[in-house]
T-cell receptor, first 111, second 115 residues
């Protein structure tokens, strides 16, 4: 079965501390993985995808196929990083794709 | 307005009413999606349309009926809903190109309350 697991509902860290939001996936094929973010009163938007290997707003995520993980990391958290973060897996359908989202982790960065 | 728009933003309806949610994308995408977001089950995929064809119905009850007249518009027709259907309904769109899964762009959502 295709599944995305985010074990932490809430993660609270101090400003300047490192942060890691965990994501594990279950999929037999080659995964297409994403992190989406939803800031307060804003719509859900893409943060990064594994295939681009970019660092966005200081965040990085490495795909580990052996551990079936795609954890999101940032070395020094900022208050503006407080938001809801969703890990997502896109799997192919006939003629397209569907995306399976994890339950989300709320990150709270304290001053 | 650019991007993905949804109307109405808020909707209160009785269990015997019939209403429709509308989504429009101005991004030239060829795939559109309906999601349900509630406190109990965040971000459940409901329907997927690729090139106007429905390619996924994620075991959604028949009281929800989607319609995709063209690649820019997506509707969700609602009838005889239950109070547990109260949730935020999100529309999204994406580009399907050369077998690649591009990012999804989300609308602001319609907050639905069933009384």
């Amino acid at each position: 079965a295709q599944r995305v697991t985010q074990p932490e509902k809430l993660l609270s860290v101090f400003k300047g501390a490192p942060v890691e939001l965990k994501c594990n996936y279950s999929y037999s094929g080659s995964p297409e993985l994403f992190w989406y973010v939803q800031y307060s009163r804003q719509r859900l938007q893409l943060l990064l995808r594994h295939i681009s290997r970019e660092s966005i707003k200081g965040f990085t995520a490495d795909l580990n196929k052996g551990e079936t993980s795609f954890h999101l990391k940032k070395p020094f958290a900022q208050e503006e990083d407080s938001a809801m973060y969703y890990c997502a897996l896109s799997v192919p359908l006939t003629g397209g794709f569907k995306t399976i989202f994890g339950a989300g982790t709320r990150l709270f960065v304290k001053a | 307005e650019t991007g993905v728009t949804q109307t109405p933003r808020h909707l209160v309806m009785g269990m015997t009413n019939k209403k429709s949610l509308k989504c429009e994308q101005h991004l030239g995408h060829n795939a559109m999606y309906w999601y349900k977001q509630s406190a109990k089950k965040p971000l459940e995929l409901m329907f997927v349309y690729n090139f106007k064809e429905q390619t996924e119905n994620n075991s959604v009850p028949s009281r929800f009926s989607p319609e995709c007249p063209n690649s820019s518009h997506l509707f969700l027709h609602l009838h005889t809903l239950q109070p547990e259907d109260s949730a935020l309904y999100l529309c999204a769109s994406s580009l399907i190109l050369a077998g690649d899964a591009y990012e999804q762009y989300f609308g602001p959502g319609t907050r639905l309350t069933v009384t």
